[in-house]
Structure formats: C-alpha cells, structure tokens
C-alpha cells in the first residue's frame, strides 16, 4: 500500500507540481487543478486518456467536467493523504494536457 | 435555439424522469442524479458512451467522477433552464445505464 509523502518528498514534490498550477485543497491532504481544453472533445478525450492510466495504476482521480473544463482532485484514500501515487498522477495529467 | 419546457411538457417529462432517479436541483432549474457502477471501468465506460451522444446532441452534462459513481447535473444554459434536451439526454443516459 502506498504511504503518506514524508516532509522532504513532500516538499520536492509539491514544488514541483505548484509551478505547473497544482494547489492544495483546503482542508485535506490533497491536491487540485483546473485544466481548461478548447473543446468538449479535447477535454474528454485527455479524461479517456487519463481514465486509461489511472486504471493501470489502480489510483483514481476525482475529478468534474463542465464542457472544456475539467477540475480535478488528487488525494490516497487508503492512506488519508498525498501519496507517491497522486505526484505521478498528477505529472501524467499535465504530460497528457500538453 | 431549445426553449424552456412549459408547465406541462415539464410535469409530463419530470414526473417520468423522477421515477427513474433523477430529482430537482436546488435553486437552479435543473435535474440532477447519482449512476454507481460495478467498477470505475464501469463507470468511465458509461461516462465514454453518453460523451459521444452527448457531443453529437452538442449538448453537455455537468458531471462528478469519483471511482465508480457519477454524479450528473442536467440543465441547458443557454436557455437559462431545463429543456427537451436536458429530458432526451437524461433519458439516454439512463437506457445507457441498464
């Protein structure tokens, strides 16, 4: 089972993640981003994408869609915080947005 | 341009829909309601089949993932509130659903 990020990762991680526009939730041991597409099709069709990984890595989003936007939330349920599998998520999500 | 259901297209239409799951917005005039699936294959697979019809329709659902429930809001913005398309569409997303 995957464990909570300690500081030092944490802290590399996160870095990393706020410069591409990720933010943490209020609240949670999660994080958040907005990612804008310039259609329905394009915003579904990286949510497929995105499903299909997520999928394999067996580590799910939860995650909106209205139209061309889709917002997401990143966070390990089974271990009630940011785990390693959120920060490869994550950098897959905006790998797939670009 | 949809027009806004009048008072007894509406009745008809939602009293149908309202059997089948779905139930008034607060404050918005609009229907909303929760699909679970088996799985979160399930779940994106119904997601992927009501995204084709719903672009081909050009009419979009507002809607929440997380694993293998779906929370869906229907509402057309354009016409400031519920029309004949939010009932087809919501009727299609039900027969997808069975």
Same mark, same amino acid.
């Given at each position: ?8 990762? !944490? ?16 609240? !949670? ?12 099709? !394009? %915003? ?21 869609? *209205?139209?061309?936007? *889709?917002?997401?939330?990143? +966070?390990?349920?089974? %271990?009630?915080? @940011? +785990?390693? @599998?959120? *920060? +490869?998520?994550? !950098? ?7």
């Amino acid at each position: 089972m995957a464990e909570k990020l300690n500081d030092i990762t !944490r802290k590399e991680a996160l870095d990393g993640l706020i410069k591409s526009g990720w933010s943490p939730v209020d609240g !949670r041991d999660a994080i958040q981003k907005q990612f804008k597409f310039k259609s329905f099709v !394009r %915003a579904f069709g990286w949510m497929s994408s995105v499903a299909i990984i997520a999928e394999k890595m067996n580590h799910h989003p939860e995650w909106s869609n *209205v139209y061309a936007t *889709v917002n997401v939330v990143l +966070t390990t349920h089974d %271990a009630g915080g @940011l +785990t390693d @599998l959120d *920060v +490869t998520l994550a !950098r897959k999500m905006d790998a797939l947005a670009q």
